[in-house]
């Protein structure tokens, strides 16, 4: 048979759908009795690595890992203010108050408490107490247990996949 621009339309017309209906496989929200994720969702797998996690090349999956690489970096930085704000110990860490960081991160960011905990669970720094509030913390120490080099990057574990 010759290909008419009718049959090649058709062609690609069920290459289309065959597409299409291969993504709706892995759309937790389509009916389709068949899906993948959906089934997991039914019956999830609490020990699979992947439970919990956005599907590997996602919209949301690159989303997340944008946020988490630029997290990363302003946890890189805020390591780097400390040691240009603190003070040199002879163990070699560095260290500063509360209040002085929170002052100068008046003008940077509006989430110095949440990158201290960050970098406090990747075990970058320590500071005493769970939580740090402006005026009643200003004496807590910071103590940078880790000077980062200038091109070291810290991963974020979460967004780590096992492959």
């Not at 937790?28 to 089934?39: I, M, W």
């Not at 970058?124 to 910071?142: A, K, W």
């Amino acid at each position: 048979m010759t290909d008419t621009p009718v049959r090649a339309g058709i062609t690609h017309w069920q290459t289309f759908a065959k597409t299409h209906q291969e993504g709706q496989m892995i759309n937790p929200f389509h009916d389709y009795e068949n899906a993948r994720v959906r089934a997991r969702l039914i019956n999830p797998d609490l020990e699979a690595d992947d439970y919990g996690m956005p599907v590997l090349g996602s919209f949301t999956y690159i989303r997340g890992q944008k946020a988490g690489e630029h997290a990363t970096g302003e946890v890189i930085e805020l390591c780097k203010n400390i040691v240009v704000m603190g003070d040199k110990h002879e163990n070699g860490q560095y260290t500063v108050a509360f209040g002085t960081l929170f002052t100068a991160y008046e003008g940077i960011s509006n989430s110095l408490v949440g990158l201290l905990l960050r970098a406090r669970k990747h075990n970058l720094v320590n500071f005493h107490g769970e939580m740090l509030y402006q005026g009643r913390d200003e004496d807590i120490v910071i103590t940078l247990l880790k000077a980062l080099e200038e091109d070291e990057r810290i991963h974020a574990k979460y967004w780590k996949r096992k492959k």
